[in-house]
């Protein structure tokens, strides 16, 4: 019986692949590497930028990741310069 059951949710669930299912989740943080790629910067630079606060790393997990909203927060205040 239960294989009939379980037979019955694959009929009426499509299958996700997993492009599917990442274009569906909203990108909440970018990791170092990403974020060194997307502002085209050094990691170097990147370090600066953290040592004068101008942008900031999410706290509290082991590597570190730089929120979508802390990344336009940067970007806006750098075009208002």
């Known amino acids: 019986m239960q294989m009939n059951a379980s037979k019955q949710t694959q009929d009426v669930l499509p299958p996700v692949t997993n492009s599917e299912a990442t274009q569906q989740i909203e990108r909440l943080a970018y ?5 060194l790629a997307y502002l085209n910067l050094s990691p170097v630079a990147l ?27 940067f970007l806006d205040r750098r075009d208002e310069s």
């Open 31 to 35: 990791t170092k590497k990403e974020l």
């Open 47 to 73: 370090w600066r930028l953290e040592k004068r606060g101008l942008i900031r790393p999410i706290a509290g997990i082991r590597h570190k990741r730089y929120s979508v909203a802390e990344v336009k927060r």
